[in-house]
């Protein structure tokens, strides 16, 4: 069973999340938190598999949450789970550790996929939580976007045409095994090019390789 810790200061919706989840016969949600602190505190209590993690709540936030739990629960993995999709909240989710990002409007069957992901040790970013990124970084291409855009398209000279292609599935939030279905390919062999295309990458995880493949603008805009 993958044991998760639902945080979040809205009671109904961790109920609801709860519910979702309860749903999978592999999932069980054995604790929940009001705030960032008891969030830790739980997370290290019931040796949980994964964090669903809100970012505005009291005490503590979900992204300082999310910085400590490395030091309280190494074996947790977390998923960033918000109405609010600003790309530097997205940002510091992954470059602190997340292993998703998904808006609270997110499909029930996205969440427990995600929350599968997580605890499988891969990283899980929606196509709805990615088309919401991809609509915070289309404001305008400022000229620091334009150098991430230049950085990340020189990183992506390393992978060949078919990673290439996987790689933009991965921008556009598909899991493994959607991803599979678009190009005629097994979801195990997908997977690999994925764990290929990290370590080339330098990335540690889909997420981060996610939002590389966009900063790159792979496939054009969508």
């Known amino acids: 069973m993958i044991r998760v810790l639902v ?7 961790r109920a609801g999340i709860r ?5 999978a016969d592999d999932i069980e949600v054995v604790a929940e938190a009001a705030d960032g602190r008891e969030a830790l505190d739980l997370a290290r209590a019931h040796r949980v598999d994964v964090v669903l993690l809100d970012i505005q709540m009291p005490v503590m936030d979900g992204l300082t949450a999310l910085r400590e739990l490395g030091r309280v629960a190494p074996g947790a993995r977390a998923i960033i789970l918000t ?3 600003e790309r530097e909240n997205v940002l510091r989710a992954v470059t602190e550790g997340g292993a998703g990002f998904l808006l609270k409007d997110t499909a029930p069957n996205e969440l427990i996929q995600a929350v ?3 605890a499988g040790g891969n990283a899980f970013l929606s196509p709805a939580a990615t088309r919401h990124i991809v609509d915070s970084l289309a404001s305008g291409r400022s000229a620091s976007a334009a150098a991430r855009g230049a950085e990340a398209r020189r990183r992506l000279e390393v992978l060949t045409g078919r990673e290439l292609e996987v790689l933009e599935l991965l921008g556009e939030g598909l899991s493994n095994a959607d991803a599979g279905a678009r190009i005629h390919m097994s979801e195990a062999t997908v997977k690999t090019y994925v764990s290929r295309i990290l370590a080339k990458l330098g990335c540690e995880n889909r997420v981060q390789a996610a939002l590389l493949a966009r ?3 792979l496939g054009g805009r969508n």
Do not use: K, Q, V, W
């Open 83 to 85: 109405t609010f999709g």
């Open 7 to 13: 945080a979040d200061d809205e009671p109904l919706i």
């Open 215 to 217: 900063d790159a603008e």
């Open 116 to 118: 599968r992901a997580a």
């Open 19 to 23: 519910m979702i989840l309860g749903s």
